[in-house]
């Protein structure tokens, strides 16, 4: 999530965290809301990702030009695109080796549908799921209704995607969580694992010339200013490879003779979206 071109769609993402913890025993739901999200949303939703093009959207309704309400495909790259572009990464190759070798790969888990589908998708996907607008289960029209406002939603390791929704990179971002280390996002939480996601996602769009938006810009700040302090291998090997304990030593000793448990810290204050705070400790 660097400030690179930003997309004048996208002007939300801010977010906050001041909603109560749901109830542990109704499903989640991990997507991407389009528009103005209701900034508790993403905190309630501890999966939650955030893009939009609501705004997009209603300047297209508005508009009587039948050119304009024809369908606008976003283009976004495929599952097979991404594993392509990470293998011919020289940074990236290597740090996903053990991964390929163990089967993780986009292709074929990226699934891009069009409009009509991906509603009845959708819908069908919130179904019994918490509404994170109202902590109870969605209702059926309640699910109909929050459906126009995904983007993409994420089932175990399948990736839905609205074809007129987000942009080209939402599936760079979403195949680069398939490849995280399965230690990662227990140990990061949501924010710190958004804002990795989006750094790592910003590099290989940088490699492809690939436009990328300001996505969970405070998570992404946070995290490239960790990268800055304590240097982008660390984080990297912890983000792809599990070397977790690597980086909370490396976080702690560039911390100084005080420094053991700066890295704790820091995840704290990633959790509580305190990222002012986060960012002060590197
Ligand atoms: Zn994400």
Known sequence: MTKHV????LDERERDAQAPAPAPEVPQIAYEPGGQPNRSVAARAALARGYGNQAVGRILARDPNPELEAVKKVGHKTGAEVDTALDASPFFKPLIADGVKAGKKADGHVHIHDAATFQTKCVA???????????????????KEFAKNVNAYQEGKEIHVHEERGEAATTVHESMHLFANDKWLPKVGFNANEGTTEYFTKKLCAELKLTRGGYYADQYAAVKALVD?????????????????????????????AGAGTFGKWLGYMKASKYAEAKALT
């Open 125 to 143: 996907y919130l179904s019994g799921k918490q509404n994170p607008n109202t902590g109870a289960v969605f209702t059926d029209d309640e699910a």
């Open 229 to 257: 302090y304590v240097g982008e291998t660390y984080v990297a090997e912890a983000y792809f490879e599990g070397k977790l304990d690597e980086l909370e030593a490396a976080v702690d000793k560039k911390a100084g003779e």
């Open 6 to 9: 930003r997309d004048p769609r």
